[in-house]
Structure formats: C-alpha cells, structure tokens
C-alpha cells in the first residue's frame, strides 16, 4: 500500500484524527488474530514509501524477523521508484524457490 499525504498544518483536528486511524484497515486482521507481522518499505511512487507486509505463523515472530531481514539485506528500496514489478523480478523469493506465493517449508532457512 502506497503511503497517503500527511494532513497539512492547517488541517483540522477531525480531519487528522479521521487520517490518523487510515493504516488501520491492513494491521487491524493481524491485530485480532494475533499472528506476527511486520511492514516494510519496498519501493516508492509519486515520492511516497509502498509498504510490504510480511505475516507469519502464530509465535513466528523470529521467522518474520528473519525474512525481513534478508529482504533489507537483498537490495536497496529506494532504487524501485514507481516500479514494483522490477522489485519482484530483482528479488523473486526469500525461501529460494524461486517465484512468487510459494511458501518456505517450516524447517527451511531464510538467512
């Protein structure tokens, strides 16, 4: 999800009240299932961060961390301007797979 314009100085507190609860709508799901999640800047559009959000299993935490982790190490986010395609094709799969949608086994090592 590609960030939203920050409410100027002259706006009024009802109007960034109504903005401030916006980011809701992609954490609140993890937020009631409990499962771990973590978001992560992967590329830029019209000079605004996109975010990617990782999900793991219940207590998962370590293995989002992981992967979040290999996915900051894989390459610079700030060089996919706009183009999120070339962001995928760059960095296809973090379990080494190899495309998009398969899941890592369990067991297997993401760093």
């Known amino acids: 999800m590609k960030a939203t ?8 507190p009802q109007e960034i009240t109504r903005r401030s609860w ?4 992609n954490t609140c799901p993890f ?6 999640a973590i978001s992560l800047p992967c590329g830029m559009e019209d000079g605004r961060p996109i975010g990617l959000m990782l999900v793991g299993r219940h207590y ?8 979040a982790a290999a996915f ?6 700030t060089n996919v301007a706009g183009n999120v395609t070339r962001r ?6 973090l379990c080494g797979r ?7 086994a369990p067991s297997s090592k993401l760093v």
């Open 5 to 12: 314009p920050i409410p100027g100085k002259d706006a009024i």
């Open 31 to 36: 937020n009631v299932t409990g499962h771990p």
């Open 88 to 93: 995928r094709l760059a960095y296809p799969s």
């Open 22 to 25: 916006e980011p809701t709508r």
């Open 98 to 104: 190899g495309h998009k949608g398969h899941r890592a």
């Open 60 to 67: 998962a935490q370590e293995t989002i961390y992981r992967a």
């Open 72 to 77: 900051e190490r894989s390459g610079d986010w």
